[in-house]
C-alpha cells in the first residue's frame, strides 16, 4: 500500500510563488513504476488535472491553465514529487492533491488509484 502526504500549502498573494510537495511511502512504491500526478479542486467545483511526470522524469504534462507557471519534478531518491508555482494567480486557488498510478503516464482522474489527503492553496488579488 502507497500513502501520499502532500504539504506546502497556504496563503499568499498574486504573482507569488509556492512549491507543494508529496511524500510518498509504502514497500511497493519503490517496485513500481508509478506515474505520480497533481490535481486541484476549487470550491463548487470538479477536480481538475493539473500536472503529472513519469516514474523517470523523462516526460511531464501540464494542464493550458498552467503550462509555463508550473514545474512538476521528483526526487526519486527521496520518493518525493515537487509542483512548483510561479507566478500564480487568484483562480489558483483551490485544494491540491497529489496521486499515484502504476501506468507509465496518466492525466485523467479516473486513471489513478492512490491519493494524499490534500493541500489549500489560497491565492489573493
Known amino acids: 500500500q502507497v500513502q501520499l502526504v502532500e504539504s506546502g500549502g497556504g496563503l499568499v498573494q498574486a504573482g507569488a510563488s509556492l512549491r507543494l510537495s508529496c511524500a510518498a511511502s509504502?514497500?511497493?512504491?519503490?517496485?513500481?513504476?508509478?506515474?505520480m500526478g497533481w490535481f486541484r479542486q476549487a470550491p463548487g467545483k470538479e477536480r481538475e488535472f493539473v500536472a503529472a511526470?513519469?516514474?523517470?522524469?523523462?516526460?511531464?504534462g501540464y494542464a493550458d491553465s498552467v503550462k509555463g507557471r508550473f514545474t512538476i519534478v521528483r526526487d526519486n531518491a527521496k520518493n518525493t514529487v515537487y509542483l512548483q508555482m510561479n507566478s500564480l494567480k487568484p483562480e489558483d486557488t483551490a485544494v491540491y492533491y497529489c496521486?499515484?498510478?502504476?501506468?507509465?503516464?496518466?492525466?485523467?482522474?479516473?486513471?489513478?488509484?492512490?491519493w494524499g489527503q490534500g493541500t489549500q492553496v489560497t491565492v489573493s488579488s
Open positions: 511526470i513519469t516514474k523517470s522524469g523523462g516526460t511531464t
Open positions: 509504502g514497500r511497493t512504491f519503490s517496485n513500481y513504476n508509478y506515474c
Open positions: 496521486a499515484a498510478t502504476t501506468l507509465r503516464f496518466a492525466i485523467r482522474i479516473d486513471e489513478y488509484h492512490t
